[in-house]
């Protein structure tokens, strides 16, 4: 068992670990991790190589379950990463428990090497901290969302990163948490979105849906910079506040 570490020293662990995370995001992760006790459920659906894993790990108390849902293929990785490479994959995997190993955590993880629609028989009982980072797509994410999220204990979270970010999982939301009476948005750090298990009233509902929509000047924000990068127009993407070539996140 790994001895709990600071929030700076765990930020420091994953700074070489490759992965799209920023430090706010970081932040939402390890608190809503360390909030757990012992007897919790957290599941990741989506590790790459461990970056976002490494830190709820790192935070969670002794005798909280640690799960990870990633099948390691070679898809859904990156930006237009979206085809299977399984030599890819394995390189991921491969990475994935180094770092993971070298973080001191990889005793606290159990890793299901599967699809995250193919692993609900691998993960028993409810879920109290549920992080989705999986296919960015439409249908595979609100799949997610639905059927992982219908897991989550009454109480418990949801995060979903490339929230208001990416378009499929934009519209997944849409589909799902927008007109949902079960989710409480709580607020986001860049494109990870905060929910939280809830039964809404009507005119908690509404307030929510309004909530969530005055998110979506930031997501059109966010395609128009991801058309630009595309098209190599990189220096256009400042007008918009983007200072890097990397996709926002």
């Not at 994410?141 to 995060?159: P, Q």
Request: aromatic letters at 6%.
């Amino acid at each position: 068992m790994s001895e709990r570490r600071s929030f700076p020293d765990v930020l420091a662990q994953v700074a070489q670990v490759e992965g799209w995370m920023t430090d706010d995001q970081a932040r939402r992760l390890h608190d809503r991790a360390v909030e757990l006790g012992p007897g919790a459920r957290i599941v990741e659906i989506g590790s790459f190589r461990g970056r976002s894993l490494i830190v709820l790990a790192s935070a969670a108390a002794e005798g909280v379950e640690v799960v990870s849902i990633d099948p390691h293929a070679g898809s859904d990785r990156g930006p237009q990463e979206i085809e299977a490479d399984q030599a890819r994959g394995d390189d991921d995997h491969s990475v994935y428990n180094r770092n993971l190993a070298e973080a001191g955590v990889r005793d606290r993880v159990t890793h299901v090497r599967r699809m995250s629609d193919e692993a609900h028989d691998d993960v028993e009982g409810e879920i109290d901290l549920l992080y989705i980072d999986g296919a960015h797509r439409f249908s595979p994410a609100r799949a997610d969302i639905v059927d992982w999220g219908n897991r989550v204990s009454g109480g418990g979270t949801m995060l979903i990163h490339d929230s208001f970010s990416s378009i499929g999982v934009t519209l997944a939301l849409m589909s799902t948490t927008f007109i949902s009476g079960e989710w409480r948005y709580v607020g986001r750090s860049q494109s990870m979105a905060e929910y939280r298990r809830e039964h809404l009233t009507p005119a908690e509902r509404v307030t929510d849906l309004a909530r969530q929509a005055l998110q979506l000047p930031w997501f059109v924000r966010n395609v128009v910079i991801k058309v630009l990068l595309t098209a190599k127009l990189h220096s256009l993407t400042r007008l918009l506040g983007h200072r890097t070539r990397d996709w926002p996140y």
